[in-house]
C-alpha cells in the first residue's frame, strides 16, 4: 500500500539521479515504517481468533465463557483498531462505542462499533459526552461480561470528564497551559488523570466486575500504560 500520495512528485523534484536514488531509498523507509506502526496491521498481529480462544499476545481468553463483549475506548488510531477488532470478532461484538478526532468518523468500515467524534487536542463538551457515553456502557457491564477498551494516543483529549468541583473551562484552561508550557506528556497526563473522572482507572472501576481487556497503542516513550490516554483502564501510579 503506498502511503505517501505525492511520491512521484518527491522522486520527480530530483536535481540528478543520485538525488532520485537517495530519494526513493528514504520514502521506501518512511513507508515501512508507517507499514510497521498502521494500527490495523498491529491489532491482527496481536489478537487472533481460533474457535472460540481469543488469543492476545500469550493470554487466552475462551469467550464461551462470556455472555457479551462490549468494545469501548478512543484515540487517534482507535478507530482503525476498531475496525481490525470487528473483523476478528464479527458478530460477537454485543455493542460498542468509539471516540475518535472530529471528522473521521465516516473513514471507517464498521457495524456493531458506533462512533462519536470529539475535540483534539483541547476538549469541549463533545469530549464530555463521549467519555459519559461510555461509562454507561460500561456501568451496564456485568460480571459474565467482556469490556475490550482500545486505547491510543489523543485519548487524554478526545475522552474528557472534569472531576466534581472542576469545570470544563477550567480543564481546557488547564490543558493549554500545560501544551504551551513544554510539560511531557507524562506530566501532561499526571495532571490530567487528577482533574478527571474518567482517567486514572476510572473506566476499569466502573466497568466491575466484567472482566476487562486493554489494548493500548503507545505514542510514550517507555510505553508506561498508565499514561497512555491517561491511564482509563491501568491504576494510577502518580499522586497529588
Do not use: W
Not at 505517501?4 to 530519494?23: F, H, Q, S, V
Not at 498491529?42 to 469467550?63: A, P
Amino acid at each position: 500500500m503506498v502511503r505517501i500520495k505525492n511520491r512521484k512528485e518527491l522522486l520527480g523534484n530530483a536535481y540528478c539521479p543520485m538525488n532520485r536514488k537517495a530519494r526513493k531509498i528514504a520514502l521506501d523507509v518512511i513507508e515501512k515504517v508507517l507499514e510497521a506502526v498502521d494500527p490495523k496491521r498491529v491489532i491482527k498481529s496481536r489478537v487472533m481468533l481460533t474457535g472460540n480462544i481469543l488469543r492476545v499476545n500469550e493470554e487466552t481468553f475462551d469467550l464461551t465463557t462470556f455472555r457479551r463483549i462490549f468494545v469501548v475506548g478512543g484515540g487517534k488510531a482507535s478507530g482503525l483498531m476498531a475496525e481490525a477488532l470487528e473483523e476478528i470478532l464479527r458478530e460477537r461484538i454485543e455493542d460498542g462505542l468509539i471516540v475518535v478526532p472530529k471528522g473521521t468518523a465516516g473513514k471507517y468500515d464498521v457495524n456493531r462499533i458506533g462512533f462519536h467524534e470529539a475535540s483534539h487536542p483541547i476538549p469541549d463538551e463533545s469530549s464530555v459526552t463521549g467519555a459519559m457515553k461510555i461509562l454507561d456502557r460500561v456501568g451496564h457491564a456485568e460480571d459474565d461480561d467482556l469490556v475490550i477498551c482500545l486505547i491510543s494516543g489523543g485519548g487524554s483529549s478526545l475522552m474528557a470528564l472534569p472531576r466534581n468541583g472542576i469545570s470544563l473551562s477550567d480543564k481546557q484552561k488547564v490543558t493549554d497551559m500545560l501544551l504551551k508550557s513544554g510539560a511531557t506528556i507524562n506530566e501532561m497526563n499526571t495532571v490530567r488523570k487528577h482533574i478527571s473522572g474518567f482517567k486514572g482507572g476510572q473506566v476499569a472501576r466502573k466497568a466491575y466486575p466484567a472482566t476487562v481487556l486493554s489494548l493500548l497503542l503507545s505514542d510514550v516513550l517507555g510505553d508506561p500504560l498508565d499514561v497512555i490516554a491517561s491511564g482509563p483502564t491501568v491504576p494510577d501510579s502518580t499522586t497529588f
